[in-house]
């Protein structure tokens, strides 16, 4: 902790779990500003970063969902859309550079402009963010539907780290859980919890039957014709990263009820999640320093 205090850090746009990411980080006297949230208001011109910052800065932390194929920083909170190329020739080469995620074209865009560290893989940061992606998942549901989760037939695409986290939470609450696997160990494990489970040649049948569909897989696999088989009053729910793994338009034509729902920690739990990034990151920043 101590030597983390030395550091200089600004945080470039987010959402609320990184104001809550600040202000834990604030309260354990290290030295952190905010860019890109100018419209957010309980923040004080002293806690905004300024040109200095960025560059005095030994670590920059990009938001959890990575950055855009355009080079935008995902910014709630912002007035003006945040480029990377706004800031990334002002800060030194030495910096350290926490994002989630990054696309391939834009990676050379960080060659000589420090350290990047993509955190999105982390699997610690996996297993605390599939907390509130499966409450908030479920809490959607039960906004949209007019059944109750309990007694439901619930179907999982998907059975890793979040989709675990939502299986189990959907089975505590009294749902028939099905989930889709595609190993065999994968199908162990499931029978081992009490779901049913599927496998993709199989999936029609599974897809016909369900009240909720949550698909965790970030692939095309809810295509139209698949969508077809789907109960008319099901539920679909996409917490794949955009776009998706559904096909939306195909859904919209058959009016069935699909949502994607990205960035569900920031959104249902940013308290909670801006703590798990407090003390991930932490861990991340030092082994890298």
């Known amino acids: 902790m101590n030597c983390l205090r030395e550091l200089e850090i600004v945080i470039i746009g987010g959402d609320r779990r990184e104001i809550e990411l600040y202000r834990i980080w604030n309260r354990r006297g290290l030295k952190v500003k905010l860019l890109g949230f100018e419209l957010f208001p309980r923040i004080s011109p002293t806690e905004r970063a300024g040109p200095e910052d960025l560059n005095r800065a030994s670590v920059l932390i990009l938001p959890l969902p990575g950055l855009k194929e355009d080079g935008t920083v995902p910014a709630c909170f912002t007035k003006e859309p945040l480029k990377i190329e706004m800031f990334i020739n002002r800060i030194c080469p030495q910096v350290l550079i926490l994002a989630g995620a990054v696309p391939a074209s834009l990676l050379p865009v960080f060659a000589g402009h420090g350290k990047l560290v993509l955190t999105a ?169």
């Open 121 to 289: 893989g982390d699997q610690e940061l996996v297993v605390l963010n599939s907390i509130p992606t499966a409450e908030g998942a479920i809490q959607k549901a039960m906004e949209i539907s007019e059944i109750t989760i309990h007694g439901s037939r619930a179907l999982v695409l998907g059975l890793g780290r979040c989709g675990a986290a939502l299986a189990r939470a959907l089975q505590g609450l009294g749902a028939e859980v099905t989930a889709l696997v595609r190993r065999w160990e994968s199908r162990a494990v499931a029978i081992s919890f009490g779901y049913k489970v599927v496998f993709i040649d199989r999936l029609e049948d599974a897809v016909a039957k369900a009240d909720f569909i949550f698909n965790t897989v970030p692939a095309p696999l809810l295509t139209a014709p698949l969508l077809k088989k789907a109960n008319k009053e099901a539920i679909i729910l996409d917490l794949a990263s955009s776009p998706g793994g559904t096909d939306f338009g195909a859904a919209a034509e058959l009016e069935l009820t699909a949502v994607l729902l990205p960035g569900l920690p920031g959104r249902v739990a940013p308290k909670s999640s801006g703590k798990f990034l407090a003390e991930v990151y932490q861990r991340i920043i030092t082994c890298n320093l």
